[in-house]
């Protein structure tokens, strides 16, 4: 059973258009991450939560923003798309920060801008 | 520089043939390592963790060198299944984030 799941796996949205990525776990990891990636890329992270402590990456852009209502579920916000913003954003999570614990991700969701 | 460096590739890889590559990182204070497999277009999945002591999973040989701060993986015996894009995680120590690598991209033929 999947333990990070992420919906949809599939989002076409308008330019300007608010969209909304969900990503939920049943892992109990303190940790989520959101990742953005790009055809040929490296998943750039955006943001991630430490248990309820947020923490924004400086080149994050401010149309990003996520919430974190409980443990479980952590959600992605795109306040205005453009057609740059098109990628694959992927969900991740892990126990906690410390050496040695790795990140298990969601199958992403694979984002569209006309 | 890059946190995180990878040759892009591709490495073309006969079936059965060994294959090997590398991943630099820049930051001497990073904590620990992680070799990820990620199929087009899909996530990445965990394909081993790498220990100071270097380890073995299968076919698969991870070592670490931190001196020369860079991290490598081995596969032995190549099969189909292994052509992927091969992504160097390493946990920094700020704040334990993941950092990650472009990737790797290895083609196994018959």
């Known amino acids: 059973d999947a333990m990070v799941i992420q919906n949809p796996r599939y989002q076409v949205t308008q330019f300007g258009k608010p969209v909304t990525l969900s990503c939920s776990q049943t892992l109990n990891h303190n940790v989520m991450y959101w990742y953005q990636q790009k055809s040929s890329q490296a998943p750039k992270l955006l943001f991630h939560y430490y248990d309820k402590d947020f923490n924004n990456e400086a080149d994050t852009p401010d149309n990003f923003q996520s919430r974190r209502p409980n443990t479980s579920f952590c959600f992605l916000d795109i306040r205005s798309p453009g057609l740059g913003d098109a990628a694959m954003y992927l969900c991740?999570?892990?126990?906690?920060?410390?050496?040695?614990?790795?990140?298990?991700f969601g199958q992403g969701t694979r984002l569209t801008v006309v | 520089r890059k946190e995180v460096e990878q040759d892009p590739g591709p490495f073309n890889v006969p079936e059965g043939a060994t294959v090997a590559f590398n991943c630099t990182y820049s930051?001497?204070?990073?904590?620990?390592f992680f070799w990820y497999r990620q199929d087009c277009r899909k996530e990445p999945k965990l394909l081993m963790s790498?220990?100071?002591s270097g380890n073995e999973d299968g076919r698969f040989t991870a070592q670490l060198n931190r001196a020369s701060q860079y991290i490598s993986l081995l596969i032995r015996d190549s099969k189909l299944s292994d052509s992927a894009t091969y992504l160097c995680v390493v946990r920094g120590p700020a704040e334990g984030k993941l950092q990650f690598g472009a990737g790797t991209q290895v083609v196994v033929t018959p």
């Open positions: 930051n001497s204070a990073s904590q620990s």
């Open positions: 790498v220990y100071s």
């Open positions: 991740a999570t892990s126990r906690d920060r410390g050496p040695g614990t790795e990140a298990f």
